[in-house]
Nanobody, 121 residues
C-alpha cells in the first residue's frame, strides 16, 4: 500500500516562502501523477498544482508565478515551493499520488493526511 507523508507546513508572514514535501512509500508500481491540493477554511478542496511522469505541469490560476511544483521520480517525492505567500493561501495542503498498476490496467489514488499552512497578514 502506498503511503504519502507531507511535511513543511507552518506559520509564515505574508510575502514569505515555504517549501512543502511529500514522500511516497510502499510503491509497487510506477507513480504517474503527483499533485497538491488545498482546502481553506469554509472552502472546497481545490487543485493547486500537478505534474505527471511525462513532465506535464498544471497550476491553479491563483498560484501561477508564485508556486512551483517539482518532483524527484527516483525518490517518489513531490515538492511545492511557495513564494510570495498571501493570507488567502492559508489552507491544509494535501498530497495526492496516482499509482499506475500496468498489470491490471488501472491506477489508484492515494492521499496524504495534509499539512497546515498559515499565512498571517
Amino acid at each position: 500500500q502506498v503511503q504519502l507523508v507531507e511535511s513543511g507546513g507552518g506559520l509564515v508572514q505574508s510575502g514569505g516562502s515555504l517549501r512543502l514535501s511529500c514522500a511516497a512509500s510502499g510503491v509497487t508500481f510506477s507513480i504517474d501523477t503527483m499533485a497538491w491540493y488545498r482546502q481553506a477554511p469554509g472552502k472546497q478542496r481545490e487543485l493547486v498544482a500537478s505534474t505527471n511522469s511525462g513532465g506535464t505541469i498544471n497550476y491553479a490560476d491563483s498560484v501561477k508565478g508564485r508556486f512551483t511544483i517539482s518532483r524527484d521520480n527516483a525518490k517518489n517525492t513531490v515538492y511545492l515551493q511557495m513564494n510570495s505567500l498571501k493570507p488567502e493561501d492559508t489552507a491544509v495542503y494535501y498530497c495526492k499520488a496516482d499509482e499506475w498498476n500496468y498489470r491490471k490496467g488501472y491506477g489508484m489514488d492515494y492521499w496524504g493526511k495534509g499539512t497546515l499552512v498559515t499565512v498571517s497578514s
